[in-house]
C-alpha cells in the first residue's frame, strides 16, 4: 500500500507545477494515452480503478505532454528516440517505450509500478518509399599540430601525517545511537491520502552519532531492501541530558517527500512520550495541495521489552493501544533466538547466495510462510524472515524462480515465486522437509 502512496504523493507534487511553451509542427505520436493497466504487488490492475478514469498522458507536437490525474493537470516535457520514451517535470522524470500507440513506465516515478498507456485512436502510419539522397557533408578540416606541454617542475612531497582520529561521540549524544523497533502509522489523512487513514506496520531503525551529527535510517520489517526514510540528522540540546535530534535534510518514501532543514525534530521529553522510557516519538506532514496526511514513529532501542507500554495510561497518547502490531508474532521471537536487529539486505549479495541459516531461524519463518503469505507477498519480504538471500535453484517453469534456506543436511524450506514483466518476484508455492 505504501508503494501506492508513493506514486500518489508524487504525482501531487507533479501537478502542483506548471510549465507553457510555443506551437510546433504534428507529431505523429501525438495524442491522449489513456492508462490502462497498473502491475503492482504481483497484481495486474486496471489502472482506472487505482488512479481515476482521467489517468492519462495528452502527447502534443513540439515535445510538450499534459499529465491529467484525478481532475488535475501537469505540463510535461517529452522525447522519443526510437521507441525510448522520456518524459519530465517538477524535478521528476518518467522513462520508458513508445511504441505503436502504446507508452510503458516499467518503473513509474522509482515506485516500482509497472503503468501502461494506450492511445485508443492510434493508426498504423502507411509505409511511403522514399527516394534515396545521398548527402555530402563538409570536408574535415586538417588538425593542427599539437604543441607538446612544457614539463612542470615536481612540487615537493609534503612529509606524511597521521590521520586525525574520529571524534567519539559526545557523551549526552550516545542515548540516541545504535538499533530501534517500534512501529509507525498514517493518521489524519484526508484528500487523495484518506483511504490510509490508521494504515500501521512495524519498523526498524538505525541511528548513527558522530560528535554533533548523524543519520537516521528506518524500514519497514517487511522490506529491509530499501528504506522508507533516510535522513541526515544534527544533535542539540534539549530538555533532558538526551538532547534532541533534528532534521537536516532527507526523504520519505523513496524520496516522494523531501525533508528539508528543520523539518522535524524529536525530544524524548515530549510530553506525547508520557511516562514511558528510552521512547521516543517522530511525527511530520506530508502535504499536496488540499490533500495531506501526517505520520508518526514509536520507537524504542532494540532488545527491549514492551510490557510497560501495554500496561501504561495511554489516555493522552495518539491511540489506546501503542503496542507495535507484530511484537508478539515477529519481535519476541527475534529476541528469544537471540537475534540483532535485522540488517537489511543488500540486492548485490542476492546472486551467489547460500541461503544457510539455523534451525531456528527455519522454525520461525514456517508459520509465517504457511499462513501469513499472500500472491503478493515479495522475494524481499520472504528473504527479511531468514535474514539472508536464498540460494538460487535451476527452475524447470518457466517464469518462475526458486530459492531455498537451508540448515545441516536435510532440513529446508524451498520457495518458488512467479517473476513478473517488470522483473518482480512473488510468492506462489512453499515447500519444506526435517522442521520439527
Not at 517529452?78 to 521507441?83: A, E, P, Q
Not at 516515478?109 to 494506450?118: A, E, I, N, Y
Not at 508520557?274 to 532501542?301: A, K, M, N
Request: hydrophobic share 35%; proline share 6%; with cysteine.
Amino acid at each position: 500500500m505504501k508503494k501506492a502512496l508513493a506514486i500518489l504523493l508524487t504525482l501531487g507534487m507533479l501537478l502542483a507545477l506548471c510549465a507553457c511553451g510555443e506551437s510546433a509542427p504534428p507529431d505523429p505520436n501525438a495524442g491522449l494515452y489513456v492508462g490502462d493497466t497498473v502491475v503492482a504487488y504481483g497484481m495486474t490492475m486496471n489502472a482506472a480503478d487505482y488512479f481515476g478514469d482521467d489517468f492519462s498522458i495528452e502527447l502534443q507536437s513540439g515535445g510538450k505532454a499534459v499529465l491529467h490525474y484525478k481532475g488535475d493537470t501537469q505540463r510535461l516535457k517529452w522525447t522519443l528516440d526510437g521507441t525510448a520514451f522520456h518524459a519530465e517535470g517538477g524535478g521528476k522524470a518518467m522513462d520508458g517505450t513508445l511504441s505503436e500507440g502504446t507508452i510503458l513506465i516499467p518503473d513509474m516515478l522509482d515506485t516500482g509500478m509497472s503503468v501502461t498507456f494506450v492511445n485508443r485512436d492510434y493508426q498504423a502510419p502507411a509505409a511511403v518509399a522514399l527516394p534515396g539522397v545521398e548527402s555530402k557533408g563538409e570536408p574535415e578540416a586538417e588538425a593542427e599540430p599539437k604543441a607538446e606541454p612544457k614539463a612542470e617542475p615536481e612540487p615537493e612531497a609534503e612529509p606524511e601525517t597521521e590521520p586525525e582520529p574520529e571524534p567519539e561521540p559526545e557523551a549526552a549524544y550516545t542515548w540516541w545511537e545504535g538499533k530501534w523497533y517500534g512501529w509507525g502509522v498514517f493518521y489524519l489523512a484526508d484528500g487523495i491520502f484518506a483511504e490510509y487513514e490508521d494504515e500501521a506496520w512495524d519498523a526498524v531503525a538505525d541511528i548513527t552519532v558522530q560528535g554533533d551529527k548523524g543519520t537516521f535510517t528506518l524500514y519497514d520489517i517487511s522490506d529491509l531492501s530499501t528504506p522508507e526514510l533516510t535522513a541526515e540528522v544534527r544533535f542539540e540540546s534539549g530538555l533532558t541530558d538526551a538532547g534532541k535530534m533534528v532534521c537536516v535534510k532527507g526523504g520519505f518514501l523513496e524520496d516522494a517527500f523531501i525533508f528539508e532543514e528543520g523539518d522535524w525534530e524529536v525530544d524524548p521529553a515530549d510530553e506525547a512520550e508520557g511516562d514511558l522510557e528510552h521512547t521516543f516519538l517522530l511525527t511530520f506532514v506530508c502535504t499536496v495541495d488540499d490533500s495531506s496526511f501526517r505520520v508518526c514513529y514509536v520507537l524504542r532501542p532494540w532488545g527491549m521489552l514492551w510490557d510497560d507500554v501495554r500496561e501504561a495510561d495511554t489516555s493522552d497518547m495518539l491511540y489506546d493501544d501503542m503496542m507495535p502490531i507484530q511484537y508478539e508474532d515477529w519481535y519476541l521471537p527475534q529476541l528469544e533466538g537471540g537475534d540483532a536487529a535485522p540488517q537489511p539486505l543488500d540486492p548485490a549479495d542476492k546472486e551467489g547466495a547460500t541461503g544457510e541459516v539455523d534451525m531456528d531461524t527455519l522454525r520461525r519463518a514456517l508459520p509465517w510462510l504457511k499462513t501469513e503469505r499472500s500472491y503478493s507477498t515479495t522475494y524481499d519480504e520472504v528473504a527479511a524472515l531468514f535474514g539472508v538471500h536464498g540460494q538460487q535453484v535451476e527452475s524447470p517453469f518457466e517464469g518462475k524462480t526458486i530459492y531455498r534456506w537451508w540448515s545441516g543436511d536435510e532440513a529446508y524450506i524451498q520457495v518458488t515465486f512467479d517473476v513478473h514483466e517488470d522483473g518482480s518476484e512473488t510468492w506462489n508455492v512453499t515447500q519444506y522437509d526435517n522442521i520439527d
